[in-house]
């Protein structure tokens, strides 16, 4: 029975880390479609998120049925109930991969002010950000997990400059208004990719320590 238990256990960190998988791939190519106005790619994107739904489904019936066969106790416990809320963050970040592909899909506006380099790079810290809070998870690394929290400074940081030169042009010229406006969209919506994986890497800690850091 324990065997078993921990057969299962293992199943549902592996469909966990292939479900993160897909949303990583997600960022990648919901930023690479904006760049190059790719349709083919930000449709993919739209795509591969019904895949990321479906696996949020099955990894909540995982976890619920491991709890009410097995009613697990101490760490085991934390790691499921922590798999329950990371799994939550993971869907959420797919959904901001999809709300990128489609302001992707619907913009006309990078003839008039190309998609900036800046939000790459700002996209590329908060993929790095979820990346280094599942190791941390992998891991069962809470010191790892306070570093990611601690990095996402950077991407709030990105945000905030970001969000001022924007409007700056924005004053500076009225015709690319609507270009910086929607860019500014594209710039929270990669700010919340780092929220939550800062809220992943809350949630190790807590799986680790006992310890629930969210909002200190």
Same mark, same amino acid.
């Given at each position: 029975?324990k065997?078993?238990?921990?057969?299962?256990?293992?199943?549902?960190?592996k469909?966990l880390?292939?479900?993160?998988?897909?949303?990583?791939?997600?960022?990648?190519?919901s930023?690479?479609?904006?760049?190059?106005?790719?349709?083919?790619?930000?449709?993919e994107?739209?795509?591969?998120?019904?895949e990321?739904?479906?696996?949020?489904?099955?990894i909540?019936?995982?976890?619920?049925?491991?709890?009410a066969?097995?009613?697990?106790?101490?760490?085991?416990?934390?790691f499921? /109930?922590t798999?329950?809320?990371?799994?939550?963050d %993971? !869907? $959420?970040i #797919?959904d901001l991969?999809? *709300?990128? =592909?489609?302001?992707g899909?619907h913009?006309?506006?990078e003839?008039?002010?190309?998609?900036?380099?800046?939000?790459n790079?700002m996209?590329?810290?908060?993929?790095?950000l979820?990346?280094?809070?599942?190791d941390?998870?992998v891991?069962?690394?809470?010191?790892?997990?306070?570093?990611v929290?601690?990095?996402?400074?950077?991407?709030d940081r990105y945000?905030?400059?970001?969000?001022?030169?924007?409007i700056?042009?924005?004053?500076?010229?009225?015709?690319?208004?609507?270009?910086? /406006?929607?860019?500014i969209?594209v710039?929270?919506? %990669? !700010? $919340?990719? #780092?929220?939550h994986?800062? *809220?992943? =890497?809350?949630m190790?800690?807590?799986?680790?320590?006992?310890r629930?850091?969210?909002?200190?």
């Amino acid at each position: 029975m324990k065997d078993k238990f921990h057969f299962e256990l293992e199943n549902v960190n592996k469909s966990l880390l292939d479900m993160a998988a897909k949303v990583e791939n997600n960022i990648d190519r919901s930023i690479e479609g904006c760049r190059t106005s790719d349709i083919g790619t930000l449709e993919e994107v739209l795509a591969r998120d019904l895949e990321i739904d479906k696996a949020e489904k099955e990894i909540d019936e995982m976890c619920v049925s491991l709890l009410a066969l097995y009613q697990p106790v101490a760490r085991d416990l934390r790691f499921i /109930t922590t798999a329950l809320k990371i799994v939550r963050d %993971i !869907e $959420r970040i #797919g959904d901001l991969a999809k *709300n990128l =592909a489609r302001y992707g899909l619907h913009k006309n506006y990078e003839k008039i002010v190309p998609f900036p380099p800046v939000l790459n790079e700002m996209a590329g810290e908060a993929r790095s950000l979820l990346r280094k809070a599942l190791d941390s998870f992998v891991r069962q690394d809470s010191e790892a997990a306070r570093k990611v929290m601690e990095e996402d400074k950077k991407v709030d940081r990105y945000h905030r400059e970001n969000l001022r030169s924007f409007i700056n042009e924005m004053m500076a010229d009225p015709e690319v208004a609507e270009a910086y /406006t929607q860019y500014i969209s594209v710039n929270k919506f %990669i !700010e $919340r990719i #780092g929220d939550h994986s800062a *809220n992943i =890497a809350a949630m190790v800690v807590y799986m680790v320590e006992g310890r629930d850091v969210r909002h200190m």
